[in-house]
């Protein structure tokens, strides 16, 4: 009898072990997923916060013949000076107003559907083109810009 009931307790012990590695590999098999995907996800915020600077930098608006950024700092430019509506510019009896908040948008919802905030400051004001809460920021991309005048500026593109 004391055979049989040794037995059941290294088979009871066994049972445990096997169980105990059972739960081990499954939680580290399940914490490596989330990382993973929060890896991904950061890339994919990362590479998406590039391309959509990249192409505020690099692009140009037809018939203006002037980039995004350079449109945006044109409408706080000419608004501070004129005192008027700062997300327009004027680019004369030819092209007419462009209106900044119909272009840059639509631009920066391609690359993060809404979940965008771009602050052009210069020395003369700031323009805030879409809106993020700040609990909401994940990452912020800032650069200096040049400004008329051989001063300088900030762009911060915040993703959320």
């Known amino acids: 009898m004391k055979g049989v009931v040794e037995e059941m307790v290294y088979f009871v012990i066994i049972i445990l072990a096997v169980f105990m590695l059972f739960v081990f590999f499954t939680y580290q098999r399940g914490t490596r997923g989330v990382e993973v995907k ?4 950061e890339r ?8 959509a600077v990249f192409t505020l930098f690099n692009n140009k608006l037809p018939l203006v013949e002037k980039t995004y950024l350079e449109c945006g700092i044109d409408s706080i430019l000419q ?6 509506e700062m997300n327009k510019v004027f680019y004369g009896i030819g092209i007419g107003k462009v209106n900044v908040t119909e ?4 631009l920066l919802d391609n690359y993060a559907k809404g979940r965008w905030e771009l602050r052009i400051i210069t020395p003369d004001g700031t323009y805030t083109y879409g809106k993020l809460e700040k609990n909401e920021v994940v990452y912020s991309y800032e650069s200096l810009i040049p400004i008329p005048e051989e001063r300088v500026g900030k762009a911060i593109l915040l993703l959320g």
């Open 79 to 84: 608004g501070n000076f004129s005192k008027k």
């Open 44 to 51: 994919l915020l990362s590479e998406e916060g590039t391309s």
């Open 103 to 106: 272009i840059i948008p639509p």
């Open 38 to 41: 929060k890896s991904v996800e």
